[in-house]
């Protein structure tokens, strides 16, 4: 399975909403769907598991959606710290694939 | 307070070897499915290897298959990642990382470590 994320990059302004896609080559299922943030030099957080629900800790202003090859992750309102790369992940036949992150900047 | 520290990464020679260590405390490792993960140098994230809570299950990428071997010791709450014939694109941070829930066979993952660099250059 080859997950692609979209956009490669999206300028948005803090209070801004944003939406990230990631499309899976063949359908899968959403039990093991989730989004990641990272920051430079720290490791990954987990987001969103399941295609949907929001990890420990994780505010609300974050949420997941989706099925089959299409799934997204929103940010209803951007704060300055949610400046970062968000990567997709997925389980399949190949274990474990990521997609190749989309990167949200200040604009 | 969960905690996953990598060590023994470090600057080896194309075709050398090292071992990985990461030291879980805050939570009862055995019954935790745990995952190495790596990200070259400005790269995305790549999956490497899985171990399920007994090291029954073991699972690999393609790129490691046959020079990598994960285990686990659930007496010293430590997971390694034994590394072989190492190639300059295996540079990278690697990461250890938790499954989701307990006793889980498979899961998203929820803790991981700060992450080991490993450079492999002549």
């Known amino acids: 399975i080859v997950l692609t994320q979209s956009p490669g990059t999206l300028s948005l302004s803090p209070g801004e909403r944003a939406t990230l896609s990631c499309r899976a080559s063949?359908?899968?299922?959403?039990?093991?769907l989730g989004w990641y943030q990272q920051k430079p030099g720290q490791a990954p957080r987990l987001l969103i598991y399941?295609?949907?629900s929001r990890a420990s800790g994780i505010p609300d202003r974050f949420s997941g959606s989706g099925s089959g090859t299409d799934f997204s992750l929103t940010i209803s309102r951007l704060e300055p710290e949610d400046f970062a790369v968000y990567y997709c992940?997925?389980?399949?036949?190949?274990?474990?694939?990521f997609g190749q992150g989309t990167k949200v900047e200040i604009k | 307070e969960v905690q996953l520290v990598e060590s023994g990464g470090g600057l080896v020679k194309p075709g050398g070897s090292l071992r990985l260590s990461c030291a879980a405390s805050?939570?009862?490792?055995?019954?935790?499915?745990m995952n190495w993960v790596r990200q070259a140098p400005g790269k995305g994230l790549e999956w490497v290897s899985y171990?399920?809570?007994?090291?029954?299950?073991?699972y690999y990428a393609d790129s490691v298959k046959g020079r990598f071997t994960i285990s686990r010791d659930n007496a010293k709450n430590s997971l390694y990642l034994e590394m072989t014939s190492l190639r300059a694109e295996d540079t990278a941070v690697y990461y250890c990382?938790?499954?989701?829930?307990?006793?889980?066979?498979?899961?998203?993952?929820?803790?991981w470590g700060q992450g080991t660099l490993v450079t492999v250059s002549s």
């Open positions: 990382a938790r499954v989701l829930a307990e006793m889980a066979t498979i899961g998203n993952f929820d803790y």
């Open positions: 805050g939570f009862t490792f055995r019954t935790y499915t």
């Open positions: 171990i399920s809570t007994s090291g029954s299950y073991l």
């Open positions: 063949q359908s899968v299922g959403s039990s093991y």
């Open positions: 399941g295609a949907s």
């Open positions: 992940q997925q389980y399949g036949t190949s274990f474990w694939t």
